[in-house]
């Protein structure tokens, strides 16, 4: 299983930007699409973003389309996360994971491969 570490979260005002890194473990990063899944306090954690195993394909829920972006870096095992225009309805616990399914539907591949998250809280 992937082992997973997620960082970059902080306390922000709405407009600004964050930028989130996802550090797995191992040789086989490569070979997974990889997801950003993101729960806040009472609701369903819920995929906002995915992006294929070579990084050429991506998608991105509709709440968060046109502000956020996703992207790797195979040769460093890390995910990313560039989320800019922040709105407090974004202020969650943010984490990764390897994705299976197809969009709009992408599940982890493991749910024991999940890291601690990290938070993001948007607010003025």
């Known amino acids: 299983q992937l082992q997973l570490v997620e960082s970059g979260g902080g306390l922000v005002q709405p407009g600004e930007s964050l930028s989130l890194s996802c550090a797995a473990s191992?040789?086989?990063?490569?070979?997974?699409?990889m997801g950003w899944f993101r729960q806040a306090p009472g609701k369903e954690r819920e995929a906002v973003a995915a992006v294929s195993s070579n990084g050429l394909n991506t998608y991105y829920a509709v709440s968060v389309k046109g502000r956020f972006t996703i992207s790797r870096d195979n040769a460093k095992n890390t995910l990313f996360l560039q989320m800019n225009s922040l709105k407090p309805e974004d202020t969650a616990v943010y984490y990764c994971n390897a994705v299976r399914g197809t969009a709009p539907n992408y599940f982890p591949v493991s749910n024991d491969s999940w890291g601690q998250g990290t938070q993001v809280t948007v607010s003025s």
């Open positions: 191992g040789r086989t990063f490569s070979t997974y699409p």
